[in-house]
Nanobody
Framework: QVQLVESGGDSVQPGGSLRLSCAGS????????MAWFRQVPGKEREWIAV???????SYKDSVKGRFTISKDNSKNTLSLQMNSLKPEDTAMYFC?????????????????WGQGTQVTVSS
């Protein structure tokens, strides 16, 4: 059974940093495109960072230069380093895995999801 478990969410002030982690079991991160999505109530879940099986990354423009996605295939962990956080980054953050070798940006491409971790940026 596949399981993705996020951690690291917290409340921080604007300009602060957080590091989110996602631990996986029942699947090999080396064989999946991994991504971070986020969602606020009443809005669509949106992708923000993706890393494929070759290590190629893609970022949503709103987080480019501030967030960094990385993964450790040997430990089956995915991370998201978030710097210079803004109030508009407040959301529930989800880890997701897609089967395939591409860089997938659509929510529908992802087969497995974690339960999410809350990030709140407020003064």
């Amino acid at each position: 059974q596949v399981q993705l478990v996020e951690s690291g969410g917290d409340s921080v002030q604007p300009g602060g940093s957080l590091r989110l982690s996602c631990a996986g079991s029942g699947l090999e991160f080396s064989e999946h495109c991994m991504a971070w999505f986020r969602q606020v109530p009443g809005k669509e879940r949106e992708w923000i960072a993706v890393i494929n099986i070759y290590g190629s990354t893609s970022y949503k423009d709103s987080v480019k230069g501030r967030f960094t996605i990385s993964k450790d295939n040997s430990k089956n962990t995915l991370s998201l380093q978030m710097n210079s956080l803004k109030p508009e980054d407040t959301a529930m953050y989800f880890c997701a895995a897609a089967t395939g070798s591409g860089v997938y940006l659509l929510r529908e491409s992802y087969d497995y999801w974690g339960q999410g971790t809350q990030v709140t940026v407020s003064s």
